[in-house]
DNA sequence: CAGTGGTCTAGACCACTCG
DNA sequence: GAGTGGTCTAGACCACTGT
């Protein structure tokens, strides 16, 4: 209610409403208790005002509308952590650190897994130094729990090293992917992790039903046989909403030169 | 131009300019050829209708516009590596890979540098295991490139730990943090990494003068002693179009018990 | 069926930039 | 000064949800 120094007047209805939000007047969940036709009257705007500043907030992450008729309802967060690490360590270091899809007994958790062969795209080709034209095996996994999709997680391999392999077979591979590549020979010795963060494509939008003012994380993993040969690219599609990404590191481990630095 | 099976006309706008700029008709960095007039004029529609498609195309991050009255343009990607472990390792592991501030020789960089002692936020508190009242040392840092605000970076120190070091000294500490940090007795042993990716705060917006449709990424980094007491704790604030987060693993590091897998 | 948000029109005036 | 995007009005009709 409170107008500063002229700024637009959806800017000011939306910073209103983020604030009452931020205070705890409208707590995570709850219905913002006034319609857009009531913000126009209150605030005495045209209904596209206070449309403009209701989609300010609804790009920002900070409400969204459910379903039509329903009014905007403050969005409530419930993050998943994801350990990339979780995989190659006895336990758990930290206490409180969860592992995916295994503390959610309750929820009911699901894969949809298909394998194809395709021309990789430039950015996968590169990470994994195809020549141009090399084919790959992709493994594309969408991940569910309670049928809500979750991630999108889509594993590239040189045709060469998974042809003939138990990869090309759309079922959960239960020993672990790193296992039928021992089998075929190539031992991962190491591997590169990187994250960015952007808004989601219109695919992505349709396929992981991203609703608007959500960001997705790109996690993407590469892993190197002992004499640095790529032999797989993993990508993940991550809604910002739902994840966070979790590593750990001591000072004792190897390559360290004994400093453990926070900066960047 | 090709209408698909009944999608509100803006989505088609949106969906139409997004094909041509994929499709490299409109490259980064360049113009988009068409003013929101004209647009209104091709598809026969109002301008109105006409923003609200080129307004999803922003809050994509799709494109933007530079100023004022200088049209639509199709934004570029130029993202710097951050790379946590860098700080600790005696040379890089992946040649291709940078390190933050060290490459760009050739761009002017600074960082404002405040010391102010707080209250900590709740999560913040959390992580360091503070009992409730109990203060911390902030050192809040902005980092420019050629003048442009890059990054946040605020470290929080429990008080009782950096009140009387050279953390209270708002300049640059060439030693870095860590080493005052074990003048006082408190050697850093390991450390756990958070990321995660939301729209940015209003004052996110202000501070790091993020446009319409850039998510940031939320770059947490806790340390502990050898016997897990927390001594610190940033929080970096990464503009998702200007930033990748990078880490490696080996699996011949201790805890690893051989495997090295892919899942999430 | 009333209420709510989703889409759209046909205007208007302003602020800023560029030639 | 012409062109461009930024803000805003006062309507309209539609699609869907809930009671």
């Keep these: ?61 900070l409400i969204y509308v459910p379903a039509r008729s329903s009014g905007y309802q403050v969005r409530s967060i419930n993050k998943m952590v994801l350990r990339p ?24 958790a699901d894969q949809a897994i298909a394998v194809e062969i395709v021309a990789p795209p430039p950015d996968v080709a590169e990470q ?3 020549a141009p034209g090399e084919l790959t095996v992709l493994r594309r996994r969408t991940r569910s ?3 809500q999709p979750f991630n999108i997680n889509d594993s590239y391999f040189p045709y060469a090293i998974a ?10 591979i239960a020993l672990g992917t790193s296992e039928i590549l ?39 993993f590469t892993g190197f046989t002992a004499d640095d040969q790529p032999i797989r690219h ?8 739902l994840h966070i990404v979790a590593f750990e590191r001591k000072r004792n481990w190897p390559n360290g030169d004994g400093k453990l630095e926070d900066e960047a």
């Excluded at 993993?234 to 909403?241: A, R, W």
Aim: hydrophobic share 35%.
């Design 85 to 108: 690490q979780a995989e190659w360590r006895e336990q758990p270091e930290t206490p409180a650190m969860d592992r995916f899809m295994t503390d959610h007994a309750d929820r009911k």
């Design 182 to 220: 021992l089998e075929q020979g190539f031992r991962m010795d190491h591997a590169l992790d990187t994250i960015e963060a952007r808004m989601p494509t219109p695919e992505e939008v349709e396929r992981l039903k991203i609703s608007a003012g959500i960001p997705v994380m790109i996690y993407r």
């Design 1 to 61: 209610m409170t107008r500063q120094t002229s700024s637009p007047v959806y800017r000011q209805i939306a910073a209103d409403i983020r604030a009452a939000i931020t205070r705890g007047d409208y707590p995570p969940g709850s219905r913002i208790p006034h319609t857009e036709l009531e913000l126009a009257q209150r605030y005495n705007v045209s209904r596209a005002t206070v449309r403009q500043g209701l989609t300010a907030l609804v790009n920002e992450g």
């Design 128 to 130: 994994l130094r195809l």
């Design 163 to 172: 042809k003939d392999s138990a990869l090309m077979d759309p079922s959960d």
């Design 145 to 147: 729990l309670d049928d």
């Design 234 to 241: 993993t990508v993940n599609v991550l809604p910002g909403n």
